[in-house]
């Protein structure tokens, strides 16, 4: 695949990690980033460093978030917004998108600042 470079000489290393992105495994995962508002600056970024394909899908094959990928590990924690179904980071959000055991909805007070 070839990328166009519009951005200067200083991007070819995201121009080049982007032709390299395998689109066979990966082309659905940045047709789903581009569709949920994600910047192609982001996805240049999220393919060179391999975030991109780290990012787990749900049960009906969407991206989840980019905190979902530490999951496995047990390294994540969990997204409070959405599990209340209110999350407007969607793949973003640097919390973790899958129900934990005992995981239950939590009141979300206002700061004291207001």
Same mark, same amino acid.
């Given at each position: 695949?070839?990328?166009? %470079?519009?951005?200067? !000489?200083?991007?070819?290393?995201?121009?080049?990690?982007?032709?390299? &992105? =395998?689109?066979?495994?990966?082309? %659905?995962?940045?047709?789903?980033?581009?569709?949920?508002?994600?910047?192609?600056?982001? +996805? =240049?970024?999220? +393919?060179? %460093?391999?975030?991109?394909?780290?990012?787990?899908? %749900?049960? =009906?094959?969407?991206? $989840?978030?980019?905190? $979902?990928?530490?999951?496995?590990?047990?390294?994540?924690?969990?997204? +409070?917004?959405? &599990?209340?179904?209110?999350?407007?980071?969607?793949?973003?959000?640097? *919390?973790? *998108?899958?129900? *934990? !055991?005992?995981? $239950?909805?939590?009141?979300?007070?206002?700061?004291?600042?207001?």
């Amino acid at each position: 695949a070839h990328f166009k %470079d519009r951005r200067g !000489p200083g991007c070819s290393m995201a121009v080049e990690a982007r032709a390299n &992105f =395998d689109m066979s495994n990966g082309g %659905d995962r940045l047709e789903q980033a581009r569709a949920m508002g994600v910047s192609q600056a982001q +996805i =240049d970024q999220w +393919i060179s %460093d391999g975030v991109l394909e780290s990012i787990p899908l %749900d049960q =009906d094959g969407r991206l $989840t978030s980019v905190g $979902t990928a530490r999951h496995a590990d047990g390294a994540c924690l969990p997204c +409070i917004f959405w &599990f209340r179904g209110e999350c407007n980071k969607g793949v973003r959000c640097e *919390h973790c *998108h899958v129900v *934990h !055991p005992g995981q $239950t909805r939590k009141r979300i007070r206002p700061s004291k600042a207001t």
